[in-house]
């Protein structure tokens, strides 16, 4: 759900906009800040030397790195860090472990899930705590990927016998020829998971592989790989064999490749450009690869749209998690008609968040993740100024209230060659664009190499089903911006074009850590002249039986 590497560019420290001083904006009322409450934790209170020990003794991993907190800047932990060496061990480990979790019965491995669905809202409060200080994201969109990770465990640990049981097909010869599908694990899976969402793109993409009967070696960022260890220790809680997931840590160029080397599947998550590399480690083992990867994702808010509501919509859509969400929306299209009464609210909603840093619910919006994606929104934001851009709403940074805090901001009249019009901000920025016809939108926003999600804004149910029906885009939604289509899991959600192969979630999800085998049962006769037939009688009979299959319509 996410470009997990930000552009290496410098930018500015502050971006050139009609608001220059930042604490200005917190006396005048705009982004006010969210009060933290009293006896507020703080990093010491959470990342304890009795957890970080718990957790990290499931990090194969010789020797020794760092995480740092955004909200303030500073290290949050000592870690383990994994040599090449130590990504093979940790394969080992994970092969060894693999054949006895491949016989547990799939309803013994989908009970699992379920235990861990449980486990994860009852202790939600401690990953709450983790999410934030890694990531720096508001606790409200933490909580998302709480609910993520618990429907994925959920729709997983119920349904995985039926998406897995053996399937009968009709044969070559029916009644003479029985065929059966059968689905068998993968091995060991590998998978890379970003920093943005670490634990709903860690632990919610392993759930399928687990109930299939794979084992995962997982590498995630290391500055938020203590999440994932959390998840980890919940799973095993839950009764997954400690064996069965392994994890490393380490600089994506080292450690990433080694993770592609040696297993029998891929799943990664992050950016465009080493997706690529990725996908071409795989092919050169011809081993399957899933990949999710960036976005410049479109809403569209047309003429007959409900101004309130997709106003309301777009603040979700466009700044949650800070806009550090690949399936967030970057570019806004507004029919002509509407868009200063749309912008208006829009802008006015955008000015009223509250920007916070601590651990507790209250602020509509939190930090960037580093210095890399706040140096990429300054340098998007000042390149769109100084090229005529207006800025409606935001266009600082916040150092008042934390390190790498950006104002959610809307920039309109935009155009290219501005960078923000086709490079990946990743950020909390969006840019807005007036269109005249449905079919002028619908062109503009296909007209990207990504194709992630997308939005639509209408009353009439029928004609917004007809827009997202032309949209190249993975996922489309209606009158929300990207979690209807995510949560709903039953369904595929991925990307085309340069946003990646493959899907997460409902069959595709399951299947792709899979292989076919197919199981063809020949009986009585064989496939070949028989009962007295010479090559021509038995060529005659077939071509007659063909004839007859398609008249009764066999498939």
């Not at 995480?67 to 290290?75: E, F």
């Not at 092969?95 to 006895?100: E, T």
């Not at 983790?130 to 933490?142: D, P, S, V």
Request: glycine share 8%.
């Amino acid at each position: 759900m996410t470009d997990a590497q930000a552009p290496e560019q410098t930018a500015p420290k502050t971006a050139p906009t009609t608001v220059t001083d930042p604490t200005a904006t917190a006396r005048t009322g705009t982004n006010p800040l969210a009060p933290a409450p009293p006896g507020a934790r703080t990093a010491a209170d959470v990342v304890t030397p009795e957890l970080l020990a718990r957790l990290t003794k499931g990090v194969t991993g010789s020797g020794r790195t760092a995480s740092h907190a955004p909200l303030t800047g500073g290290k949050l932990a000592d870690l383990p860090e994994s040599t090449p060496a130590d990504v093979a061990e940790a394969y080992d480990r994970a092969r060894a472990a693999q054949p006895a979790w491949e016989r547990t019965p799939v309803r013994e491995r989908a009970a699992v899930l379920l235990r861990f669905h449980d486990l994860v809202l009852q202790r939600q409060a401690e990953v709450l705590d983790l999410i934030q200080l890694e990531t720096g994201k508001a606790r409200l969109h933490a909580h998302e990927e709480v609910q993520a990770v618990a429907v994925a465990a959920r729709h997983y640990g119920r349904k995985a016998p039926a998406y897995l049981r053996p399937r009968r097909h009709t044969g070559a010869v029916p009644a003479l020829t029985k065929v059966t599908e059968l689905r068998h694990p993968r091995g060991v899976v590998g998978q890379i998971a970003p920093w943005n969402y670490p634990l709903e793109l860690s632990v919610g993409d392993a759930l399928p592989a687990f109930v299939t009967g794979n084992a995962v070696v997982m590498k995630p960022d290391t500055e938020t790989c203590l999440t994932a260890l959390w998840a980890r220790d919940l799973l095993i809680e839950a009764g997954l064999p400690e064996g069965v997931f392994q994890v490393v840590l380490g600089e994506g160029p080292v450690v990433g490749p080694e993770v592609v080397r040696h297993a029998d599947y891929v799943s990664f998550t992050g950016s465009t450009r080493t997706g690529r590399e990725v996908a071409r480690g795989a092919a050169d083992r011809l081993v399957g690869v899933s990949l999710e990867l960036g976005g410049k994702n479109a809403m569209l808010v047309l003429e007959d749209a409900d101004i309130e509501k997709a106003a309301a919509g777009a603040v979700r859509a466009c700044f949650s998690s800070a806009g550090q969400l690949c399936i967030s929306v970057e570019r806004l299209y507004v029919h002509e008609s509407l868009a200063d009464a749309f912008l208006e609210r829009f802008a006015a909603r955008t000015r009223a968040m509250r920007l916070g840093a601590s651990l507790a619910y209250g602020a509509d919006m939190g930090s960037l993740a580093g210095q890399r994606q706040l140096e990429t929104v300054q340098r998007h934001v000042a390149d769109a100024v100084e090229r005529g851009a207006k800025v409606l709403a935001g266009g600082v940074a916040r150092p008042d209230i934390g390190p790498y805090f950006h104002e959610p901001t809307i920039l309109d009249g935009v155009a290219a060659p501005m960078a923000v019009c086709a490079e990946e901000t990743f950020g909390p920025v969006v840019s807005v664009y007036r269109f005249h016809t449905e079919e002028e939108a619908v062109e503009h926003a296909n007209a990207t190499p990504y194709g992630l999600n997308s939005s639509v804004w209408t009353k009439d149910a029928r004609r917004g089903r007809k827009v997202a029906a032309r949209l190249r885009t993975g996922t489309v939604n209606i009158n929300e911006g990207y979690a209807a289509a995510y949560g709903s899991v039953q369904a595929p959600m991925g990307g085309m074009k340069d946003s990646g192969l493959g899907r997460r979630h409902g069959s595709e999800g399951i299947l792709k850590y899979t292989e076919a085998q197919t199981v063809a049962h020949q009986r009585l006769l064989p496939m070949a002249p028989s009962l007295g037939l010479d090559d021509e009688k038995y060529a005659r009979f077939m071509t007659r039986s063909l004839h007859l299959m398609k008249a009764l319509r066999f498939r």
